[in-house]
């Protein structure tokens, strides 16, 4: 037994000169998570290791869930483009009997803060607001510009995102442009505590320096999917902007630079009535090619708003054009050819 003992105390005994003179291979950093040190220090070699975030900043816009709640409204951004149509009277809410929307077209949203509505919209946009914090901050952080032409390309993405983000939060949550007024806390490091509301100036001010770092940032930067950010989407961001502003200048300057330069060509007729099927359309600027793997069904805009989806506008959640906007549109305006002119229906 004495004997055992001594062979056990001996190997402690070695092993404990073994790790004081082997202090050198000891593992400074744990392997199973990752920091945001360490992730910052290797993307500086491995553009890799942050492109993936980037992606998944992307995937957030179309995925369902991601305003925070299981509503069957929430699935991305073209959910709140449907918020906004109603909200603008653009569209009606013509027959509602599963009741979504019903508190948006009813006002109801806009006059209680306490509605789910508003929790969506704010939790949807800071979420890719605070995704794309967090690869700025892997990418060198906000005054930044990387070595590798890669990380310059992730970066700018990340900053169009940001002020993506902002600008449809502004859209939201102000009336109109008043530059004076609170409307929004800024975060611009994922670390940051809760902020107060900046102003309105403030906010814009910081999509524009975002929208025209990205642009310089994507100057060399050829997508190779239309989901990504390139430069010419950022400038059409920062016409949007400007637009939103008042500065109807420079939104023209960034708006043809667009159309001249950006390599879209007006859409014909049938690529207009042909049901919006293909990504690849030169006229469409920034999308997403949704398929089978993507897992959408009637969490979706075609469960809400396609009535040959057989989901809800076909089951009882009916939408409709206003009938002042589809006057207003030409008659010999190939886009008056999507709508279907029934005054007597649900579906007009």
């Known amino acids: 037994m004495k004997k055992a003992l001594k062979y056990i105390l001996a190997l402690i005994f070695i092993g404990g000169i073994s790790s004081s003179c082997g202090d050198d291979f000891l593992e400074v950093y744990p392997t199973e998570f990752l920091s945001q040190e360490q992730i910052q220090a290797a993307s500086a070699t491995n553009p890799d290791i942050i492109a993936g975030s980037l992606s998944g900043i992307y995937t957030l816009m179309f995925e369902t869930g991601t305003g925070g709640t299981t509503g069957h409204d929430d699935f991305g951004q073209k959910g709140y483009d449907i918020y906004a149509d109603m909200l603008t009277g653009d569209m009606a809410l013509s027959v509602s009997t599963y009741g979504w929307y019903r508190s948006i077209t009813e006002f109801q949203t806009t006059q209680d803060f306490t509605f789910t509505d508003n929790y969506q919209v704010w939790r949807y946009y800071y979420r890719i607001i605070r995704s794309a914090n967090l690869v700025i901050d892997a990418t060198g952080g906000n005054e930044a510009i990387p070595e590798l032409e890669e990380n310059k390309h992730i970066l700018g993405q990340a900053k169009a995102l940001r002020a993506y983000g902002y600008f449809y939060l502004a859209q939201y949550f102000q009336k109109a442009y008043n530059e004076t007024e609170l409307i929004l806390p800024i975060y611009i490091d994922p670390n940051q505590p809760n902020q107060p509301k900046s102003s309105a100036s403030e906010v814009y ?56 330069q950006g390599g879209f060509t007006l859409m014909n007729s049938d690529e207009i009535t042909g049901g919006f099927n293909d990504v690849n359309t030169s006229g469409w600027m920034w999308g997403q090619d949704i398929t089978l793997d993507n897992g959408l069904d009637l969490v979706s805009w075609w469960g809400q708003m396609d009535v040959f989806t057989y989901s809800y506008a076909w089951a009882g959640d009916a939408k409709a054009m206003d009938a002042s906007l589809f006057d207003a549109i030409a008659d010999d305006d190939a886009r008056k050819g999507q709508f279907n002119y029934n005054p007597g229906s649900y579906y007009h």
């Not at 016409?239 to 200048?249: K, L, P, Q, S, V």
């Open 205 to 260: 001010n910081l999509i524009i320096s975002d929208l025209n770092s990205a642009i310089s940032l994507l100057e060399t930067f050829n997508r190779t999917q239309k989901n990504e950010v390139n430069q010419y989407i950022a400038k059409a961001l920062l016409a949007y902007t400007y637009g939103a502003i008042g500065d109807y200048t420079n939104a023209k300057i960034q708006s043809n630079d667009v159309l001249s």
